[in-house]
């Protein structure tokens, strides 16, 4: 690990690192053993946002970063949740020729490997998901969507989500989500949060049962009738 360190504001520091395995590798060791006057810890796809008490502390913060062992190959306990999933997305056979995969076996990489919430981004219950089936690693569509359903599924770059609310967007859209990912009423309003495992279930499947242990979600009533044209990139 080569982090490199960028200021921040006064209370603050920004890790920068060469790619998303070691931000969650650093994120876990951190988050398990918190220096001295971390109050806040933001995984992105290549930095780590750390957050402490007073400004007089960044040299010891920066010192415990570069002492922390992170653990590679496996995430610290989050939870699991099963997310049930019709796969009837508008670019499904979009992504089989992509991935030169049939839709049906498009449908089977997804639900056969769990995902990893990385970090959350672009909007509030994003969920950027890592450690899918490498075959699904699909670019962006060219041209963004002016609106995507909330619940819908999608993949782009090698990451998979489930946008949580409507919104614009550009990821490839394989399903919607029979679930609902994000809930202002819901203490944490995100149902996907980082480190936790996610496993899609093709909806109607055995075991597709919604939601993680303790957690309790209705499904979602953006997610219903076909998915509608609309960016992503963030989504």
Known sequence: ???????????????????VEEVLALYDALAADPPNGVTDLLPAARTLLVRFERPAQREAVQSAILRARPAYGGRAAGGEVVVPVVYDGADLADVAALTGLSEREVVEAHTGTAWTVAFSGFAPGFGYLVGGDPRLAVPRRTE??????????????GFSAVYPRESPGGWQLIGRAEITVWDLAADPPALLRPGMRVRFAEAGATGANPAAPGTTRGTNPGATGAARPAEAGRG
């Open 144 to 157: 963004s969507r002016v609106r995507v359903p909330a619940g819908a599924v999608a993949l782009a770059a």
């Open 1 to 19: 690990m080569n982090p490199r360190f960028r200021q921040c504001g006064d209370s603050a520091v920004l890790v920068e690192l060469d790619g």
